[in-house]
């Protein structure tokens, strides 16, 4: 279902992001570099994911002011400098071999905190919503990520001096952001024959490069937790945990069953993406790696990291990938039914699956959008097809099984898988997944473009200078 595909910024929730927990993974999600010095725009997009939240630091002054005005609504001195903190933080996660001046940076992060305070006012002022259920999803899928519980996560935050209710409420503004980039944006891309002809033309230009850099890679991954404050005696016994995995992916032909049994959190196969998806650490560690190889332990902010290297193309295409065959039942959100009473009403659906119910019946019955008549069938679709909170849940089946509800910018869904299979992929199927590669470039660009238009409609008032 073409509503249902992903772009690189929606990935933003489904991975958590380095300031707290993995600095890693907020390169992984999509965050690239928009010209300019690469790692502190990779930073500032990790600074402003929600689970980076990071406590303002003690040296904050105690009385607070205003540097600037977004449409009568307030960025304070300290919301400056406790983001400042966190995109340092990131930097340093990072490998940044140079920081920025510090007044520098000021500019970059009040900027960015104008940018989405005028995009979180846009959503609210438009009637976008995102309820306490869309927010215990988010805070549930970002613990798993990290190998926690949601309660585990919560006191995690609460050690770095972050309340629940701020925690909560950066989450929520980041569902509205993504909402609202999801109905300004999406709409605008479209990609012609002759985009995807001048995207093959622009490779068949390069020659056959097979660096790592113009690569697309699908990586399997094992991660062995360190936490923050693990002694040094902690840290040796997850490393020799990490061995472990690493000779039983290396002696067993299933890694997925290994990562099932040894990682920590997250997907056991990352998915098909070019390489500028993926953290720079896990890309420089599987350059000269073949398919079918295993690097590892590899030490990051985050712990210890098994990769294997399922597939990779230098054309941006694989010839074989891991395709789902699933079955959805969608129920749209309006203000008559919030997503906790959708998310309800499917649970009822579900016992009655379990009941001996057929899919395909309830899903023509009951599902909002375009595959209802055919039982909610989606077809067969390879990685990257659908948007990330959907895809992570379908990776997570197993042939036959149905999903808890799942919600995502769509509306909450019910989600059945009904098999799995690794294909080769025809010509024409190669072609459209290119075109999944020249949309998500489009998308990076015409995000920008509307951002650009968002802040010059925001009346933005600055005062003092942030310190």
């Known amino acids: 279902m073409r509503h249902l595909i992903s772009s690189p910024r929606h990935i933003a929730l489904g991975l958590v992001c380095a300031a707290v927990f993995s600095a890693w993974s907020a390169h992984a999600q999509g965050m690239r570099a928009q010209g300019g010095d690469k790692t502190l725009s990779r930073a500032l997009s990790t600074s402003s994911q929600p689970a980076a939240v990071t406590a303002p630091s003690q040296g904050l002054r105690s009385a607070d002011y205003i540097v600037a005005v977004v449409n009568a609504e307030p960025v304070t001195n300290n919301e400056v400098r406790a983001r400042m903190q966190r995109v340092l933080q990131a930097m340093q996660a990072q490998g940044a071999k140079q920081i920025p001046p510090r007044d520098e940076l000021a ?28 927010v215990d999803q988010a805070i549930q899928n970002m613990a798993q990520q990290n190998g ?27 569902l509205l952001m993504q909402r609202l980039q999801n109905r300004e944006v999406d709409g605008r891309v479209k990609v012609s024959e002759h985009d995807i002809d ?51 992916a290396r002696t067993e032909a299933d890694f997925a069953a290994v990562a099932k049994r040894f990682s920590d959190g997250g997907q056991a196969v990352l998915g098909m993406r070019p390489a500028s998806r993926y953290p720079s650490l896990f ?9 079918g190889g ?86 067969w679709a390879g990685p990257g097809r ?56 489009k998308l990076e660009k015409a995000h920008a473009n509307w951002l650009q238009e968002l802040r010059g409609q925001a009346y933005v008032e600055y005062r003092e200078p942030p310190q």
Do not use: W
């Open 283 to 291: 890309v420089e560690s599987v350059g000269a790696t073949p398919v």
């Open 198 to 248: 001048q995207y093959m033309a622009e490779q068949r230009r390069q020659n056959g490069q097979t660096d790592m850099a113009s690569a697309t890679i699908n990586l399997g991954h094992i991660l062995i937790a360190v936490p923050e404050r693990a002694s040094q005696a902690e840290v040796a016994q997850l490393q020799a945990r990490a061995q472990q995995a690493l000779e039983a």
């Open 294 to 379: 295993i690097v590892g332990p590899i030490r990051s902010a985050a712990g210890f990291h098994i990769l294997k290297v399922i597939d990779k193309s230098a054309s941006g295409v694989a010839a074989v990938v891991t395709q789902n065959h699933a079955r959805h039942i969608l129920l749209r959100t309006s203000p008559q039914l919030g997503e906790r009473e959708a998310a309800q009403r499917l649970s009822d659906l579900r016992q009655r699956l379990e009941g001996g119910a057929s899919f395909e019946d309830l899903a023509r019955q009951y599902s909002e959008d375009g595959s209802a008549k055919m039982g909610g069938d989606l077809g």
């Open 107 to 134: 500019r970059e992060v009040l900027e960015r905190l104008i940018v989405e305070k005028a995009q979180v006012q846009t959503a609210k002022e438009t009637g976008i919503k995102a309820d306490d259920y869309a």
């Open 386 to 441: 659908y948007v990330p909170e959907f895809e992570q849940a379908l990776n997570a089946l197993q042939p036959g099984q149905v999903s808890q509800p799942v919600v995502s910018r769509f509306g909450v869904h019910l989600i059945q898988l009904v098999d799995r299979r690794q294909a080769t992929l025809t010509p024409r199927e190669q072609r459209e997944m290119l075109r999944d590669v020249v949309r998500e470039e």
């Open 148 to 174: 926690l519980s949601a309660e585990a996560m919560r006191r995690e935050m609460a050690q770095q001096g972050i309340s629940e209710k701020s925690f909560r409420e950066e989450i929520r503004n980041q």
